[in-house]
């Protein structure tokens, strides 16, 4: 037998803790302990009652809070504010003795800060915490009910498991209703929650410039930065981000970017692909070198001279766009030799060892650098060089780095020797997903390589000596990121059909829908069978509901009540029966009513069993009584 409060208050706690597991990584840890603190001692509150707050003292500390948070707030911060006060908010109910109502908002308010996460990140986790706080949220309403009716109400675990059976059936039929809703509800082109104003930080970790190391903690990172869905290839990808070409002693910048006046030269393989970006809060996109054409709807771009794909406005919420790009090494161009030789900020000592390599041709320069490089030193994510004097620690000291130091000391050696170089910024490698047919690409691919002109081309080589199968293998990777893959392609289709779900896919579904239908031929001799077939069973269905009601014990308590509305009897929202049966004014009549009302709280609440036959036969002598009067 369990107390009906005792169900209300474990319903209540599991609410705030999945609204407050929603918004855990994006809320101030100071308003989360607060939460916590509040729920911790709600729970001890209930055994020991050592303290009753003051609803009226607690409601004006939880504006003033809300008043201090608002002052606060600025146009980047809105949601996180409101966020914020929704805690205080949900605080100070917990601490507020309990009644219907209260039950209520903070089912109310569970809601709102769950449906805030959302507008934080839209990812498949999103759902599950919708889907627990409206499940939690049915059976706090249902119980809550039940304890305004009377509070003093004990179910055993039959009646529990009754009703939570019979509530799990009601979500369930709900969701076909919901998915067509989703259908057919009108979207719109505009991005309405955009100008709250929320940005989590990069996704992807790569901006205008990088320092010497800073690919280290992007590499750590094991969150999927895109997805590419392309048929499976049999070499390396590289991915294009940005394109880094001044070097100023200890970081490389992106210097300001022209729009591209030329088409590139189609010399290598073809490849049409679909990405699926994550938001990354910067200006460009990613593509699969070397970028041909690209497609993005509601977003403007333009491609630069170094074959960048720029955006006008930061890439701040998850994207779709097509891409064909030319797989190769090398793009013809046409460059300023003097700016992609620059070594001025080069230490001397960098630029007698980069010398040495100097070879009868431009090519043989850059081979031979490249070999040295990935043959004499180590690649490594651990006790990297720092320090001013970084890069050159890394080639004669301690010979270990990650990508961006090899690259670097490609870049400045090749330039030493006259040879355009630049670094690109972007992703290598993938892990191809067999069921979603796309590769997920995660952050930790992300990866620094060096382009040298040479002979009227751009040339890609890549001096890092990791392997790629460090890129590409899944068994490599950490246990947490391995899983993450293997069940990545449920993330996918939420991303493709539900996240991308907008107003043109929405137009395309009702012009295949209408398409189909004029397609048809009907027969109308069928089509009167048919529509009289279903009359029938619309008829059969619609007496076997109704037959069935008369097994309910709600059905002949609803018919009760109306035989005392029409008694003229006042009957008040929430009352109990027997206040109102003590309102009627025939004492016969009365005493009837009162037999039926004992009988029926006997049943439902006392035996557990529920006999339909009695009920009727109390219900009809109260209408004897009646006639008789």
Known sequence: MVKIENLLNLLTILMVLVSLLSVSKYVSVLFSTLLIMTVVFFLLNLKYQFLKPNRKILTLFSFLVSGVIVLRTNSNTLV?????????????????????RDYMQILVLSIFLTTASGLFNLSM??????????????????????????ESIILNKSEIKELIFKGLKSIILTIPLATLIFIILPRTNYPLFSSLGYNVGSRSGFSSE??????????????????????????????????????DGRKWKSAISKKRDFVIEINGKVVRY??????????????????????????????????????YKPVNKKIKYEGVSVVSNRLKDVVDIPFYTDVSKVSTRIVNFAKKFKKESDMATAK??????????EYSLKDLPTGKDSLSKFLFEVKRGNCEFFASSMALMLRVNKIPARLVGGFKGGYYNENGGYYAVANKNAHVW?????????????????????????NRLPFALKMRLYFDYISYYWTKFVINYDFDKQ???????????????????????????????????YLAVKFRRRYRAEYYLSNFLKFLAKEGVVIKENEPLKNIVKKMDDESLKIAAEE????????????????????KMLMRNIKMHKKKT
């Open 507 to 541: 137009v395309s579904i009702f012009k295949n829908v209408s398409s189909s239908f004029k397609n048809i031929k009907v027969n109308k001799k069928y089509l009167i069978k048919l529509v009289f077939i279903l009359f029938i069973v619309f008829v059969l269905v």
């Open 210 to 247: 990088i320092g010497l190391g800073d690919v280290n903690t992007i590499q750590e990172d094991n969150r999927i930065a895109f997805r590419v869905v392309m048929d499976k290839l049999d070499k390396p990808l590289y991915f294009r981000g940005v394109v880094f070409d001044v070097f």
């Open 450 to 474: 060096v382009e040298a002109f040479i002979d009227g081309y751009w040339v890609r080589f890549d001096p890092t000596p990791a392997a790629i199968e460090n890129f590409t293998d899944k």
């Open 368 to 377: 031979g650098i490249l070999n040295y490089l990935k043959t004499n030193y």
């Open 274 to 311: 679909e990405i699926y970006l994550e938001p990354h809060y910067e200006n460009f996109l990613i593509t699969l070198d070397y970028p041909y054409k690209v497609r993005l709807k509601k977003k403007k771009f333009y491609f630069t001279n170094k074959l960048e794909v720029r955006v």
């Open 80 to 100: 996180l504010s409101l966020t914020h006060i929704l805690i205080i908010f949900l605080c100070v109910k917990l601490l507020e003795y309990k009644k219907y």
């Open 125 to 150: 986790i999103y759902l599950v915490f919708i889907l627990l706080n409206i499940v939690f949220g049915y059976f706090l309403a249902i119980f809550a009910t039940f304890y305004d009716f009377q």
């Open 596 to 615: 039926f009302v004992d009988e029926f709280y006997k049943m439902r609440f006392k035996d557990n069993h529920v006999d339909y036959r009695k009920l």
